[in-house]
T-cell receptor, first 113, second 114 residues
Framework: GENVEQHPSTLSVQEGDSAVIKCTYS??????FPWYKQELGKGPQLIID?????GEKKDQRIAVTLNKTAKHFSLHITETQPEDSAVYFCAASSYNAGNMLTFGGGTRLMVKP | DAGVIQSPRHEVTEMGQEVTLRCKPISGHNSLFWYRQTMMRGLELLIYFNNNVPIDDSGMPEDRFSAKMPNASFSTLKIQPSEPRDSAVYFC????????????FGPGTRLLVL
């Protein structure tokens, strides 16, 4: 089955700096890669996703890149703000798995004012 | 849209008691997922329904756990008897079923078994 590794497990940045979180996956058939943000006491919320037919996707300060050859994908947050502080999860899915997602272990991002 | 609705939001019970968690998926979604989240094990998929039918329950820890989906708008996760190690946050999520798709999570039920 699919295995998703996520690094780092914690990340501390200064407000205004950029943050990068990286994930690797094992199943070459995976073709859907969402990123979720989980704030304290809440459920994970989708912030951006990418499918295997594109290499990069942007939404304002957030971008995701995908390298299918190397089987890794990354989340980039620019101009970080204190409200970006949360736990971020990457995930992967393929048609072989129906629509089940395999999640990474999570990254706790702390943005210091 | 109200999003995925879960109840109760918090549950405190004593070891040995039956616990029932409830979920209402987003209207029109036909896949439903139950997850458990702990610090030690992260997000674990317990069971997955498609069109009200259980598709994969390999993540259900043991026979003490059971899940049902009697119709497209309601699902339950039951633990009987509950144990302290079941203490966790339980999430329900729903999605469309046409292949890999976004899952929308509910707010979760925080369960504490004493």
């Amino acid at each position: 089955g699919e295995n998703v590794e996520q690094h780092p497990s914690t990340l501390s940045v200064q407000e205004g700096d950029s943050a990068v979180i990286k994930c690797t996956y094992s199943d070459s058939a995976s073709n859907y890669f969402p990123w979720y943000k989980q704030e304290l006491g809440k459920g994970p919320q989708l912030i951006i996703d990418i499918r295997s037919n594109v290499g990069e996707k942007k939404d304002q300060r957030i971008a995701v890149t995908l390298n299918k050859t190397a089987k890794h994908f990354s989340l980039h947050i620019t101009e970080t703000q204190p409200e970006d502080s949360a736990v971020y999860f990457c995930a992967a899915s393929s048609y072989n798995a129906g629509n089940m997602l395999t999640f990474g272990g999570g990254t706790r991002l702390m943005v210091k004012p | 849209d109200a999003g995925v609705i879960q109840s109760p939001r918090h549950e405190v019970t004593e070891m040995g008691q039956e616990v029932t968690l409830r979920c209402k998926p987003i209207s029109g979604h036909n896949s439903l997922f139950w997850y458990r989240q702990t610090m030690m094990r992260g997000l674990e998929l317990l069971i997955y329904f498609n069109n009200n039918v259980p598709i994969d329950d390999s993540g259900m820890p043991e026979d003490r756990f059971s899940a049902k989906m009697p119709n497209a708008s309601f699902s339950t996760l039951k633990i009987q008897p509950s144990e302290p190690r079941d203490s966790a946050v339980y999430f329900c999520a729903s999605s469309f079923s046409s292949g890999p798709e976004t899952q929308y999570f509910g707010p979760g039920t925080r369960l504490l078994v004493l």
